[in-house]
């Protein structure tokens, strides 16, 4: 893995960092230290926030503030909403998995659910008795939720209670899944998981809810930090003492490990999962290890960071897997490139290709030439080369560069680009199903 940034804010020395990658483009990274929200009035500290499906639009809560704020990646406006629960302060906040909804839970244990397509918003008052601290969504749009009262409450998306179940201890990392079975089920994501006192899994099945499925762990793991599902019916648990465990939940081998290794010496933090890359990953101490899903034993890639003081945080993917964060208990976030998207092109025996998010390599094996490198200005879609000329682009936009020089010129088209060709004069930009030519530069 490359190291792309490196982000450190001196108002977040010594603070624990919240961070979101955008859902499914991944272009930006949204972050938040003690005191990191900016709002019209003060800055406050950042409570929770979550993408929305799409992408679009980040979903922000914060402390002593009983609005909601949203920002739209598209505009780059924030717009504020108010929950209508002034005596309250928010706790916790989440996006639907499918749909314009919004859930968003309260220290006191309400609940409201916004509808940002209609401006609905359902208030559910009493849903628990104390601090909404955690949850998910299903496809289906059933929200689980857990509290500090020590339950986990099971909702449709008018906030009507389905079932509730009581926890012998604090909830924590609720997911929906689908548990391993002989016959697949066509019930969507019928199954619960969630970490009970630190020290549990516990499954519920949302169809039978008074008969949980208890996963305990050996005492010398530690307590459970978090944990991730993939593939068919496989879950990924991280350990405080630097276990690494993998079991599945196939009824016939309920709880049983496929695999387990002590990744970290003194203590893991965090592991987390890139279905795209079918890679998992743990971090603790001053190390990142990676393993492939597909053989766990496999450890692809060591990432060591020097810090001095204390260790890694949380470790987080982009959904396509191209780029990986970790962040420090000393306030600091590094990026990763881990997959650099394949994009070239070729004229005779040249070739034009990608060798960073930010550079194209030239070379002609054939020709015995030198390679060229050039810095490009964007994180581009095409490359495409000439016999003087290279070309990279993204959406209606496109950046030429002479070889000889690599001083850059730039074209704009009346649609997003789709391929592009050059000779020795001439581009042809094929977009929205027709062709532009145009002298290059």
């Given at each position: 893995p490359q190291s792309v940034f490196i982000l450190a804010d001196k108002a977040w020395i010594g603070s624990n960092l919240l961070y979101k990658w955008q859902k499914s483009l991944g272009n930006y990274i949204a972050v938040a230290g003690s005191f990191a929200f900016l709002s019209s009035t003060s800055i406050r500290r950042c409570m929770g926030m979550d993408w929305d499906n799409d992408g679009d639009i980040l979903a922000v809560i914060a402390a002593k503030s009983s609005s909601i704020y949203l920002w739209d990646a598209s505009v780059n406006k924030t717009s504020q909403i108010d929950s209508g629960l002034s005596k309250d302060q928010m706790s916790f906040i989440l996006w639907s998995k499918t749909g314009p909804l919004l859930a968003v839970g309260t220290t006191k244990g309400n609940l409201l659910i916004y509808n940002r397509q209609t401006s609905r918003k359902i208030p559910v008052l009493g849903k628990h008795t104390k601090r909404?601290?955690?949850?998910?969504?299903?496809?289906?749009?059933?929200?689980?939720?857990?509290?500090?009262?020590?339950?986990?409450?099971?909702?449709?998306?008018?906030?009507?209670?389905?079932?509730?179940?009581?926890?012998?201890?604090e909830p924590a990392d609720i997911y929906?899944?689908?548990?391993?079975?002989?016959?697949?089920?066509?019930?969507?994501?019928?199954?619960?998981?969630?970490?009970?006192?630190?020290k549990f899994l516990m499954l519920f099945n949302v169809n039978d809810p008074d008969n949980p499925i208890k996963l305990a762990f050996q005492k010398t793991y530690g307590s459970i930090v978090s944990y991730h599902w993939y593939g068919d019916g496989y879950i990924l648990l991280g350990f405080s003492h630097g276990?690494?465990?993998?079991?599945?939940?196939?009824?016939?081998?309920?709880?049983?490990?496929?695999?387990?290794?002590?990744?970290?010496?003194?203590?893991?933090?965090?592991?987390?999962?890139?279905?795209?890359?079918?890679?998992?990953?743990?971090?603790?101490?001053?190390?990142?290890?990676?393993?492939?899903?597909?053989?766990s034993k496999y450890i692809s890639s060591v990432v060591q960071l020097d810090e001095d003081i204390k260790g890694l945080d949380q470790i987080s993917w982009t959904d396509d897997g191209q780029l990986f964060a970790v962040s420090t208990q000393k306030g600091a976030l590094h990026v990763f490139l881990f997959k650099l998207p394949i994009l070239g092109d070729s004229y005779g025996t040249r070739l034009a290709y990608l060798t960073s998010l930010l550079e194209v390599t030239v070379s002609n094996q054939v020709e015995g030439e030198k390679p060229v490198?050039?810095?490009?200005?964007?994180?581009?879609?095409?490359?495409?080369?000439?016999?003087?000329?290279?070309?990279?682009?993204?959406?209606?936009?496109?950046?030429?560069?002479a070889l000889d020089d690599q001083k850059p010129g730039d074209t704009e088209y009346l649609g997003t680009i789709a391929s592009m060709h050059l000779n020795a004069d001439y581009a042809a930009a094929l977009f929205e199903g027709k062709v532009q030519l145009h002298m290059v530069m």
């Open positions: 909404i601290t955690c949850g998910c969504w299903n496809s289906q749009n059933l929200l689980a939720l857990g509290s500090d009262d020590n339950t986990l409450s099971i909702s449709n998306h008018e906030g009507d209670t389905i079932t509730q179940a009581p926890l012998r201890g929906f899944s689908s548990m391993k079975t002989d016959e697949r089920s066509s019930h969507g994501e019928s199954t619960v998981s969630v970490i009970v006192d630190k276990y690494f465990v993998v079991i599945s939940t196939h009824i016939r081998e309920i709880g049983h490990e496929i695999y387990q290794t002590r990744n970290q010496e003194d203590s893991l933090n965090s592991v987390a999962v890139s279905p795209a890359l079918h890679k998992a990953a743990s971090c603790g101490d001053n190390s990142i290890k990676v393993h492939e899903l597909s053989e490198t050039i810095e490009v200005e964007v994180e581009p879609t095409f490359i495409a080369v000439g016999p003087d000329h290279v070309s990279v682009g993204m959406n209606n936009r496109a950046w030429f560069y």
